[in-house]
């Protein structure tokens, strides 16, 4: 097979010999060391065989020497096909980086897809496997998808599973998340539940040990809510985890600020750009860069990505950067602006450790002075409550201050 292969790259010649001496003429071949082969006699005065393009030179003297007629039945062979293309050098160029290109194609990866996110920001997840070398435009010989699997289980805690599919070129990454109703929270141990904040009881759900604290009730940090040592009627002392749902009425005050003078960038007109190609994780600097000497700017970025269709993508693109001068200039301050941006300041410090739609708000004060403006929001706000204390092993109960 590799012998064929061979011989049609070179080309060969496809002869009819025909002439008495027939077994002469074979005889002068092989001492002149001139390979035929695929050799067919059907009549006792013709024969058929193939010779090389090198070797038909040698033919035509050995033929006069025996009397024999050769004749051409055709030529065959790549160099053979190739010979009409020998004057149109661009073109057997441009033939070849095709060939190339197509070979080279094959060998790089052009679509990652990414299935099962829930919860998890698809994007997120697509980052992080470009920090582990899972991106397009990256050789297929240097994706490791087993390597890449353990590392992201490792980097997360609330992937429950990952499969990586490399099919062809293209990687199909299947993501399982953890169900977090599911996850078994660690037990404590026999404690009791304390008050970690002042206030006045809304609810309370005792889940076990023994209910202290009653719905009413002004509490503050330290009081004992529900106690994990429980008294049967047989007077049998047992300690057990102390666990309950607890609201408390709570009054908030919080505070956020702003400085006196707020400084913006304004735009003179003036810029300049920079070109660059990034090919995989190569940044090539294209030769049209403008020198940069802004003192103050910002900088805005282009990126054009090649694509041959929705999800395949050329591992090039091209990406324009431009500056932009500005001028620092202080802003024009209002009084119901900086209102509404300080008064979502103080609603979100609040919403986050409040119950969801817990915070009922009272008032809202805005204060400007010499050092800067203050908005301070009051509310009525609704808060889960109590953390677990242990009970000493072996003692009594921790009473509660």
Request: aromatic content about 6%; overall charge neutral; some cysteine.
């Amino acid at each position: 097979m590799i012998r064929k292969l061979l011989r049609y790259c070179r080309g060969y010649v496809r002869l009819e010999i025909t002439g008495v001496s027939l077994e002469r003429f074979l005889n002068l071949c092989r001492a002149r060391n001139v390979e035929l082969w695929d050799i067919r006699r059907p009549s006792p005065d013709r024969m058929c065989l193939s010779v090389s393009a090198a070797g038909w030179q040698e033919i035509e003297p050995i033929c006069h020497r025996t009397m024999c007629e050769a004749a051409v039945a055709g030529r065959r062979g790549l160099a053979l096909a190739l010979r009409p293309f020998a004057g149109r050098h661009f073109l057997l160029l441009a033939a070849c980086c095709c060939l190339l290109l197509s070979l080279l194609s094959t060998r790089i990866l052009w679509r990652v897809t990414i299935d099962g996110c829930r919860r998890i920001p698809e994007l997120e997840i697509y980052s992080q496997l470009r920090g582990l070398g899972l991106e397009t435009g990256r050789p297929l010989s240097a994706i490791d998808g087993e390597h890449i699997r353990r590392e992201l289980m490792t980097l997360r805690d609330d992937l429950a599973y990952v499969t990586i599919n490399l099919r062809g070129t293209e990687a199909h990454v299947i993501i399982t998340e953890k169900d977090m109703a599911q996850q078994i929270t660690p037990r404590v141990g026999p404690c009791d539940l304390i008050c970690d904040k002042a206030g006045i009881i809304e609810d309370i759900q005792v889940l076990s040990g023994v209910q202290e604290a009653f719905r009413g009730d002004t509490v503050i940090p330290g009081d004992r809510l529900a106690s994990g040592t429980v008294t049967s009627s047989q007077g049998e002392v047992r300690r057990v985890e102390a666990a309950a749902n607890v609201t408390l009425r709570t009054w908030r005050t919080v505070s956020a600020a702003l400085p006196a003078e707020i400084r913006g960038l304004t735009e003179n007109g003036n810029t300049v750009s920079r070109w660059s190609l990034v090919i995989g994780r190569r940044r090539c600097m294209l030769p049209l860069i403008e020198k940069n000497d802004y003192a103050c700017y910002y900088k805005t970025m282009e990126t054009v990505a090649f694509s041959l269709g929705e999800g395949y993508f050329f591992p090039i693109t091209l990406v324009k950067e431009t500056w932009h001068e500005c001028t620092a200039q202080p802003l024009p301050l209002s009084e119901t602006a900086c209102g509404d941006l300080l008064h979502a300041r103080c609603r979100a410090i609040l919403d986050s450790v409040c119950l969801p739609d817990g915070v009922s708000e009272t008032g809202f004060f805005l204060k400007f002075g010499p050092d800067g403006i203050c908005g301070t929001l009051e509310a009525e706000c609704l808060e889960a409550a109590g953390v677990q204390r242990p009970i000493p092993t072996g003692g009594a109960a921790v009473p509660a201050p």
